[in-house]
């Protein structure tokens, strides 16, 4: 199992998503390298993960001018062929920018950046993303963003429910949905989703900032532990 | 020739808009309450070369549907101007 991070310029989470998945290499014998953004070639990796940031320094939109960097045209082509890719945070609105993944990102409700541990829960534990999680149990994992609020046309969200595309929602520590919980005001709770195939993912929140005893937060590890425990079950 | 593009990008009139609302609240703290309804977006100039004004609307249009504007989000309004030689 290889994993590429694509690194934009901008992008500040890169490695720390490289850390988490280096630390898991005694377990999982997989691999972890950088894909620049200026590239055309993912190194045959089977798992690409669009991290967080400020690519381009989001002028025009958030992930607007990122998603026509030269590797997005590969990372697309490895979408559609079915490859797995993952879009946290910026990364998320770089995939929804690509028409990877339905809806867009709009600013947050309060308007005001928003940096705190927040609660989510899986929708369901049929996702790549969510097959060791509990959806009755709350996940602490931190977000950061200015531009985090979910949304899509009705029409989309039509499609999104009936596809069943949801994979987290906001919600509080006892994993209940409301929208005291919602930290930007995402349409539904709406933390992460998937695109209608369930190989390409976005979420808000960052679990690679909390994967690691020495943060004191370890909840974001079950979505990493997720994808390799999916992966071993696809071989 | 060369045109003149001048473009409009507003948030969707149905979206909430909170720097808009941000403003429309400080309105009332300078004095002037009878301002309501900002909406903020972004306006975009560039020069364009074209053989006649339409295929340089059809142009502008283009760039917005592909990178200006995010129609979920968005929607845009082109004004062309030929540039004097």
């Known amino acids: 199992m290889k994993f590429g991070v694509v690194v ?23 691999e972890v ?7 055309h070639d993912l190194q045959g990796c089977d798992f690409i993960i669009l991290p967080g940031g400020f690519s381009y320094g989001d002028y025009l939109r958030s992930g607007a001018i990122a998603r026509f960097s030269p590797i997005m045209q590969q990372v697309s082509e490895f979408a559609d062929k079915g490859g797995f890719v993952l879009g946290v945070c910026n990364g998320f609105q770089i995939l929804c920018e690509a028409n990877l993944l339905p809806g867009t990102l709009l600013h947050n409700n309060t308007r005001k950046f928003i940096c705190k541990n927040v609660y989510i829960k899986a929708v369901s534990d049929e996702f790549l993303i969510s097959s060791k999680l509990n959806t009755h149990k709350a996940l602490k994992i931190p977000i ?14 039509r499609e999104i429910y009936q596809y069943n595309q949801i994979v987290f ?18 349409l539904d709770c709406i933390a992460g989703i998937s695109n ?13 900032r909390a994967a690691d005893t020495l943060l004191g937060n370890t909840d974001g590890l079950l979505i990493f532990e997720s994808i390799f425990n999916s992966i071993e079950i696809f071989n | 020739m060369k045109f003149k593009a001048s473009i409009d990008i ?65 929607d845009y309004h082109v004004v062309i101007e030929e540039m004097g030689v």
């Open chain 1, 144 to 157: 950061a963003h200015g531009e985090g609020k979910f949304f899509a046309p009705d029409e989309a969200m």
């Open chain 1, 8 to 30: 934009f310029p901008g992008s500040n989470c890169d490695q720390d998503m490289v850390d988490v998945l280096e630390n898991m290499k005694a377990r999982h014998k997989n």
């Open chain 1, 169 to 186: 929602k906001y919600c509080d520590e006892k994993a209940v949905v409301t929208f005291d919980a919602n930290p930007n005001g995402s």
């Open chain 1, 33 to 39: 390298v950088k894909l620049w953004h200026k590239d």
């Open chain 2, 10 to 74: 507003m948030p969707l009139k149905a979206l909430l808009d909170p720097q808009g609302k941000a403003v429309s609240a400080t309105m009332k703290n300078i004095g002037l309450p009878e301002i309501e309804n900002v909406r903020i977006g972004k306006h975009i100039t560039f020069e364009i070369t074209a053989n006649s004004a339409s295929q340089a609307q059809s142009q502008a249009e283009e760039a917005c549907r592909k990178l200006l504007a995010n129609l979920i989000m968005e």
């Open chain 1, 196 to 208: 209608r195939r369930k190989n390409v993912f976005g979420m808000m929140p960052h679990p690679e």
